[in-house]
Structure formats: C-alpha cells, structure tokens
Nanobody, 117 residues
Framework: QVQLVESGGGLVQPGGSLRLSCAAS????????MAWYRQVPGKQRDMVAS???????NYADSVKGRFIISKGNVQNTMYLQMNNLKPEDTAVYFC???????????WGQGTQVTVSS
C-alpha cells in the first residue's frame, strides 16, 4: 500500500518561507506525475503545483512565481518551496501522485501551514 507523508508545515509570518517535504513509499515519485494540494476547512482540495516524471512543472495562478515544486535527490521525496507566503496560503497541504491526471486515493495526513502575523 502506498504511503505518503507530508512534513515541514508550521506558523510563519506573511512574507516568510517554508519548505514542505513529501516522502513516498516505493518508487512513486520517479514513476508517476506528482502534485501538491491544499485544503481549508469547508472547501475542496485544490491542486497547487504539479511535476511530471520528466520534471515539467505547473502551478496554480495563485502561487505562480512564489512556490517551487521539485523532486529530491533522495529517491521518493518531493518538495514544495513556498516563498513570500500570504495569509491566504493558510491551509493543510497534501502531496499525492496522479493517475490519468487525477489524484490517487492514497492521501496522507497532510501538514498544516499557517501564515499569520
């Protein structure tokens, strides 16, 4: 069974930075397109950034120019570098792999990001 573990969240002031990590079991990161999602209470989970198996990236307009998705040198790790954070970035962040463009059902616990002064 695939396991996805997110970490690196926390409380940060507006304008600050955080780096989220995603550790996946097996060879998920190298074999599948991957993505980061975020969710706030009462709203749907939205894709923030994605990366293909050949490392092409795509970003939601709301984070373009501020967030960077990447794969780690350590196999089966993925990162989300978040810069110039805004209060509206506050959410629980999840990583997942994509099957035919849609997230798998193997959601992890997520990591909370809170941007507040």
């Amino acid at each position: 069974q695939v396991q996805l573990v997110e970490s690196g969240g926390g409380l940060v002031q507006p304008g600050g930075s955080l780096r989220l990590s995603c550790a996946a079991s097996g060879y998920i990161v190298s074999r599948y397109h991957m993505a980061w999602y975020r969710q706030v209470p009462g709203k749907q989970r939205d894709m923030v950034a994605s990366i293909t198996t050949d490392s092409r990236t795509n970003y939601a307009d709301s984070v373009k120019g501020r967030f960077i998705i990447s794969k780690g040198n350590v196999q089966n790790t993925m990162y989300l570098q978040m810069n110039n954070l805004k209060p509206e970035d506050t959410a629980v962040y999840f990583c997942n792999y994509l099957l035919l463009g849609r997230p798998s059902g193997a959601w992890g616990q997520g990591t909370q990001v809170t941007v507040s002064s």
